[in-house]
Structure formats: structure tokens, C-alpha cells
T-cell receptor
Framework: AQKITQTQPGMFVQEKEAVTLDCTYD???????LFWYKQPSSGEMIFLIY??????QNATEGRYSLNFQKARKSANLVISASQLGDSAMYFC???????????????FGKGTHLIIQP | ETGVTQTPRHLVMGMTNKKSLKCEQH?????MYWYKQSAKKPLELMFV???????ENNSVPSRFSPECPNSSHLFLHLHTLQPEDSALYLC??????????????FGPGTRLTVL
């Protein structure tokens, strides 16, 4: 079973509109972290936002916010006032409470290709 | 140089060649990672190093051989690869700790093509 599911392979959004990218996850750990990364066509993964499983408030970073619904195991990314430069692949990822001494790899979803149209 | 750098950015090799990918981080981190990104597949974790010690090998074939001589450098030695190994190889680093927050900083990747 997939641990991270992103159900939207691609999305077209009008510039300046808000956009929600879906992510659901599956884990039996109590302690875990959820991440969103942006990957432009250049290939580099850019960290956007983090949500810890024990965080009671939804994370926000500038125009990015994470709609965390723990009971539903959902961690959707919301981008407000989208810009042309937001066009990229977006990946949801999870870090589970592993035994790597804090150095645990991330499990990624398949990503959503977001295209912002003028 | 700042952040995480990877060289070369592009590599074309034959199946009988031996080559190495290099990753260097200038962030003072102690954990380093190799990921593979194939077309239409999620990023796959390959190896994890924590304080130069390998802590995870995600069932990677032996034709991929990692090396971590110190906390700032990570190599991926390649030999007798297959065409299906063609992918973007991403290196990342992080500051390990017991806190759940553990943002990984990624390099630009090496685009590998195996002929």
C-alpha cells in the first residue's frame, strides 16, 4: 500500500487564484512529520512547509499553508494568490519515527504537476 | 559554494563503464542521503548516512556503491549499470536529532543516462 497518496497528477489554475493540492498518508507511528517540496523544471527539490504530528496548529509559511486533518490522515497544501512562478511539481513527503538516530529518509508521493495560467 | 552541490549535473555512460557521482554539503549537517527519481515514479530513498555511518540501505542493487568519507561529502559509485537505472539522482543533507522536524536540503541532482 502506498504511504503517501497524491491523487491529482496535474492541475491548471488561473493566476492569483488559491489552489489546494491533496495529500493523504498512511502510518501507524504516533510521531511523524509531513513535508511539502516544490520541484521546478531545473530539478532541485525546494522545501516549502512542515507539519509535525503533534502540532495542534496548521503550519503556515508565507503564501503556503498546510491543512492538517490528523483523523483523516490528510495534509493538503494550500497556496494562496498563485503566481506564474508557482508552476512546478509538488511533492508531499513523510518522515516516520524511525531508528536512524534522527536521520531517517523521507517517503514521497508521486507528485502533482501544477501549471499556473495567466 | 553554499547549500548542497552535486557533480556532474549530467552523465551519460555505457553499461560497462564505471563512474562516480559526488555530493557536497556546506551546511554543517551530519546526515546525508541518496534518492533516485525515475520518470513517473515517486522519489525512492536509496541510502542514508548519519555521522559517516550507513544507517539505511533500501534494498539497492550492489552495482550502486555509496561512500561517505566525512560528513560533508557523499559519493555514489556506479558500475555495470542497466538502462533502467537512468534517472535523476538527488543528494540531500539534514541536521539529525530526536526532534521530528528534520528538513532535508536537496542538491540539484545528477541526470544519469545509461546506454
Amino acid at each position: 500500500a502506498q504511504k503517501i497518496t497524491q491523487t491529482q497528477p496535474g492541475m491548471f489554475v488561473q493566476e492569483k487564484e488559491a489552489v489546494t493540492l491533496d495529500c493523504t498518508y498512511d502510518t501507524s507511528d504516533q510521531s511523524y512529520g509531513l513535508f511539502w517540496y516544490k520541484q521546478p523544471s531545473s530539478g532541485e527539490m525546494i522545501f516549502l512547509i512542515y507539519q509535525g504530528s503533534y502540532d495542534e496548529q496548521n503550519a503556515t509559511e508565507g503564501r503556503y499553508s498546510l491543512n492538517f486533518q490528523k483523523a483523516r490522515k490528510s495534509a493538503n497544501l494550500v497556496i494562496s494568490a498563485s503566481q506564474l512562478g508557482d508552476s512546478a511539481m509538488y511533492f508531499c513527503a513523510m518522515r516516520e519515527g524511525g531508528s536512524g538516530g534522527g536521520a531517517d529518509g523521507l517517503t514521497f508521493g508521486k507528485g502533482t504537476h501544477l501549471i499556473i495560467q495567466p | 559554494e553554499t547549500g548542497v552541490t552535486q557533480t556532474p549535473r549530467h552523465l551519460v555512460m555505457g553499461m560497462t563503464n564505471k563512474k562516480s557521482l559526488k555530493c557536497e554539503q556546506h551546511l554543517g549537517h551530519n546526515a546525508m542521503y541518496w534518492y533516485k527519481q525515475s520518470a513517473k515514479k515517486p522519489l525512492e530513498l536509496m541510502f542514508v548516512y548519519n555521522f559517516k555511518e550507513q544507517t539505511e540501505n533500501n534494498s539497492v542493487p550492489s552495482r550502486f556503491s555509496p561512500e561517505c568519507p566525512n560528513s560533508s561529502h557523499l559519493f555514489l559509485h556506479l558500475h555495470t549499470l542497466q538502462p533502467e537505472d537512468s534517472a535523476l539522482y538527488l543528494c540531500a543533507s539534514s541536521r539529525p536529532g530526536l526532534a521530528a522536524y528534520n528538513e532535508q536540503f536537496f542538491g540539484p541532482g545528477t541526470r544519469l543516462t545509461v546506454l
